[in-house]
């Protein structure tokens, strides 16, 4: 049984995304696409196919900094969606039998019933880390408050 009653449980539906890390990689695509582009049109002596390559070249920056702002796990009531930089994976309650998130871990690694491990890089504790540890643990709660696993035995 999991340690926390319902009403500790984060209503649902819940979204957890790296909230700094996106804000920061967000403002990076919006001043990279922005100067890239800029530069490319003030300097003298390029002609038309040259300022194209300029923006063109900004657009694909700024497309990888949104693909890496787009990762988030979204938990509700039929169970959890793991959005990562190019896949998408939708995920019953009791598929997952484990969130982890050790010392070093990047991101949080959700421990499947097909005895598989999928990361999430919806929660990563690189620039917030006890906002992702708080993140980590009302995961880990809703998933053993909806999935009927057993609580993690602890560890040394």
Do not use: K
């Not at 919006?30 to 582009?37: E, Q, S």
């Not at 999430?120 to 917030?128: H, K, N, S």
């Amino acid at each position: 049984m999991p340690d926390t009653t319902p009403d500790d449980l984060p209503a649902l539906p819940v979204t957890f995304r790296p909230g700094r890390t996106r804000a920061v990689l967000l403002v990076l695509a919006v001043l990279a696409f922005a100067t890239i582009t800029a530069v490319g049109m003030v300097l003298d002596g390029l002609g038309p196919g040259e300022r194209l390559s300029f923006v063109f070249t900004a657009l694909v920056l700024a497309g990888v900094l949104l693909l890496l702002a787009r990762p988030r796990v979204v938990a509700e009531e039929r169970g959890v969606t793991v959005v990562n930089l190019t896949a998408v994976r939708r995920l019953a309650w009791p598929e997952i039998l484990r969130v982890n998130l050790r010392q070093g871990d990047p991101w949080v690694f959700l421990d499947l019933s097909d005895g598989t491990s999928l990361p999430a890089l919806g929660i990563q504790p690189g620039i917030a880390r006890q906002r992702a540890l708080a993140d980590a643990r009302a995961l880990r709660d809703l998933v053993e408050a909806r999935s009927g696993a057993l609580p993690e035995a602890p560890r040394d």
